[in-house]
């Protein structure tokens, strides 16, 4: 949170793994009776970008001066689920909108700039990491600072990183929700909230150094989780909620070393720890929540099609009377 790191500083780990949001952008034949077509979870027909109503897609086209197009979403997992799609949709459309364009966005332009849209044109509560993560891919410590932020990349041997990844296992809880409503209703930058938050923050470097050191116990990592999502808890009262609550327990009493709640809170997805005795007992309490299981990545945001279109804007009106 920007509230927070420009005084304190902060830091994240954070990884990307494979679910994708795909955004296909071209220029709409000028056949119709609109100018701009837009497909995600409802369908906008519009002639101009004042008259959309997805604020970011109004928004980015704005500040990159987009018309005439065609834009289509599509996603692997629903929105508002704690997972940062609504940030990677944004890097994504970015992505795209440049390329179209012909122009070349390096990873921290457009981790840049879907900060600003989002949480400045749009003026959304939210912190900035997900943007980051999106647009860099892989496993990355993230350092906030009043100068901004650094990605440093985790080198750990694949060995322990494979290791690390089949001992977390995903859940979805079915609860959806807005991340800036969270954040709003939390009000992160409150007084009251400053020890946990610098606490939380101080366990990255214990978090890194168990990654990383191959003579540490890795096991050590899920019980770093469970310890920075009861301080997380802590952070505010729509953080979590008597059901998820009660999901994370049952987690915990199968055998999970820990785990936590993805995202602002309030829903979404959960994820835990578990050591591999442990799996089939924490698979068999969780039966009644959605599964996910997943590889991590390390490409981030990507073009994986291009075709170069000619375009020329329209000309002008012209009305004598």
């Known amino acids: 949170m920007e509230s927070y790191f420009r005084e304190y500083g902060g830091s994240v780990l954070s990884t990307t793994f494979d679910k994708y949001c795909y955004v296909n ?6 056949f119709f009776d609109y100018s701009t077509e837009l497909s995600y979870s409802k369908i906008e027909r519009v002639q101009s970008a004042d008259q959309i109503d997805h604020p ?9 001066d987009m018309h005439e197009i065609r834009l289509t979403y599509e996603a692997d997992l629903p929105a508002r689920s704690g997972l940062g799609t609504s940030s990677s949709f944004a890097v994504g459309m970015l992505y795209a909108f440049h390329s179209l364009k ?14 600003y849209l989002e949480r400045v044109l749009c003026n959304e509560a939210g912190g900035w990491q997900d943007q980051i993560a999106a647009a860099y ?21 694949p060995d322990r990183k494979k290791t690390l990844n089949d001992n977390l296992l995903m859940f979805f809880t079915g609860f959806t929700r807005f991340s800036a409503d969270i954040q709003a209703a939390n009000n992160l930058s409150r007084q009251d909230k400053i020890a946990q938050l610098r606490e939380m923050q101080a366990l990255v470097d214990e978090a890194q150094n168990v990654l990383q050191n191959p003579d540490a116990d890795l096991d050590g990592f899920g019980r770093l989780l469970d310890h920075t999502w009861r301080l997380k808890r802590q952070t505010g009262k729509a953080v979590s909620t008597d059901s998820i609550d009660e999901l994370y327990q049952k987690g915990i009493s199968a055998g999970a070393l820990g785990g936590k709640l993805l995202g602002a809170g309030g829903g979404g997805f959960l994820i835990f720890y578990v050591q591999p005795e442990f799996r089939s007992s924490v698979l068999e309490a969780m039966q009644n929540l959605m599964y996910i299981p997943f590889a991590f990545e390390t490409s981030g945001a990507q073009v994986i099609h291009y075709s170069p279109e000619t375009y020329e804007p329209r000309a002008p009106l012209l009305t004598i009377t």
């Open 25 to 30: 952008v071209r220029h709409l034949p000028r």
């Open 56 to 64: 970011a897609i109004r928004n980015a086209m704005k500040m990159l």
């Open 137 to 157: 891919g892989g496993l990355n410590r993230i350092d906030f600072s009043d100068e901004g932020f650094e990605v440093h990349p985790l080198i750990i041997h």
């Open 102 to 115: 012909g122009r070349f966005v390096d990873k921290r332009k457009l981790a840049e700039e879907a900060i």
